[in-house]
């Protein structure tokens, strides 16, 4: 059995997610997500080419905690990450003025053994682009972008060396 048939198995069995799925070097599948009133889907995502020995344990512990995510913490993320795209993003970029507090619609998340990546659409004031804010472990706010919606996945690397290792564990599918 392949490790992410493992983790499939594993996330299947703990019942935190629905119509579970291998796919690609991660498993996928699809949850009510009540902290946003939401039905989003979920990638977790082991990362094998930067961590070959997987913690399936962690992975779930992480997905679960974000899921279990209380309503009112899940507020107070939305507001500190409307407020700080609001301080980076000028009026004019803008496409419709609008509280963006309520134009934040989770769209889906992947979980990571040590983050959390969220895949907002905010359909009013950015309507071509995806909203992205990376949770630490603890589920507090690190990091933000605004990404075009242009059908082609963004990645971003912290380094040229992260860049080539990428490019060299591609080559090797």
Do not use: Y
């Amino acid at each position: 059995m392949t490790q992410i048939a493992h983790l499939r198995d594993a996330i299947a069995a703990s019942q935190l997610l629905n119509d579970v799925q291998a796919d690609d070097g991660f498993v996928v599948g699809s949850v009510r997500f009540h902290a946003a009133g939401a039905d989003i889907h979920v990638n977790v995502d082991p990362e094998l080419a930067d961590n070959p020995d997987m913690d399936v344990d962690a992975l779930i512990a992480n997905t679960q905690r974000f899921l279990a995510m209380p309503a009112d913490q899940w507020t107070a993320l939305v507001h500190d990450i409307a407020l700080e795209v609001e301080e980076a993003v000028e009026d004019d970029e803008v496409q419709e003025p609008t509280d963006l507090r309520n134009d934040l619609r989770l769209h889906s998340v992947a979980v990571f053994a040590d983050a959390v990546l969220l895949s907002f659409v905010a359909p009013k004031q950015f309507p071509q682009c995806w909203v992205r804010a990376q949770l630490c472990e603890e589920l507090l706010l690190e990091d933000i972008s605004i990404d075009e919606n242009d059908g082609v996945e963004t990645i971003e690397f912290k380094s040229l060396d992260d860049l080539l290792d990428n490019l060299s564990a591609n080559n090797d599918k």
